[in-house]
Antibody, heavy 121, light 106 residues
Framework: EVQLVESGGGLVQPGGSLRLSCVAS????????MTWVRQTPGKGLEWVAN????????YYVDSAEGRFTISRDNTKNSLYLQMNSLRAEDTALYYC??????????????WGQGTLVTVSS | DIQLTQSPSSVSASVGDRVTLTCRAS??????LAWYQQRPGKAPKLLIH???ILQSGVPSRFSGSGSGTDFTLTISDLEPEDFATYYC?????????FGGGTKVEI
């Protein structure tokens, strides 16, 4: 059974930092692109960042570029999102997900349960 | 970026009803359209990809259609577990984007 378990969310002040983690199991982690997707009541679901299987390619939503860094450790079946210079508008539930290729390109097939990030003073 | 507009934003229905949800893309996306179901307090779940291909285990009462810019998700004979929010997502162009969702409620 595929499992993705996020952690690291919490309350942080504007301008602060957080590091989200996601531990994967039940599939061959190093064969998948991975991604972070966030959800807010106001903006709905929003793709945030992607990383290729070997970490050699990374992509970000414009609003995260320069502030967020996605990374992975295939030896630990883990995905990370380092978030710096946080803003109120980054407040969301952050999901870790697999990111498909081929017939499943740009699809989010497996999701974690999410970790909540709240940016507030 | 491609914008997806879902309508209605919510729909009231009863067990046994048939409901049709709509998703419109701001530009043509061929058949690169997926649907997700999100139950309260849960993560989204991929239901359908490529407009009409059901994921393994998804009941046949779910069906999708459309191409280009206009798409529909139909749920026939609603079951209690179908009351949820449904999101469309385009996979045609980067970055992937989602519609705003349609809540199917009792």
């Amino acid at each position: 059974e595929v499992q993705l378990v996020e952690s690291g969310g919490g309350l942080v002040q504007p301008g602060g930092s957080l590091r989200l983690s996601c531990v994967a199991s039940g599939f061959t982690f190093n064969m998948y692109w991975m991604t972070w997707v966030r959800q807010t009541p106001g903006k709905g679901l929003e793709w945030v960042a992607n990383i290729k299987q070997d970490g050699g390619e990374k992509y970000y939503v414009d609003s995260a570029e320069g502030r967020f860094t996605i990374s992975r450790d295939n030896t630990k079946n883990s995905l990370y999102l380092q978030m710096n210079s946080l803003r109120a508008e980054d407040t969301a539930l952050y999901y870790c997900a697999t990111y498909g290729s081929g017939a499943y390109r740009r699809l989010f097939e497996n999701w974690g349960q999410g970790t909540l990030v709240t940016v507030s003073s | 970026d491609i914008q997806l507009t879902q309508s209605p934003s919510s729909v009231s229905a009863s067990v046994g009803d048939r409901v049709t949800l709509t998703c419109r893309a701001s530009q043509g996306i061929s058949t690169w359209l997926a649907w997700y179901q999100q139950r309260p307090g849960k993560a989204p779940k991929l239901l359908i990809h490529a407009v009409s291909i059901l994921q393994s285990g998804v009941p046949s009462r779910f069906s999708g259609s459309g191409s280009g810019t206009d798409f529909t998700l139909t749920i026939s004979d609603l079951e209690p577990e179908d009351f949820a929010t449904y999101y469309c997502q385009q996979a045609s162009r980067f970055p992937p984007s989602f519609g705003g969702g349609t809540k199917v409620e009792i």
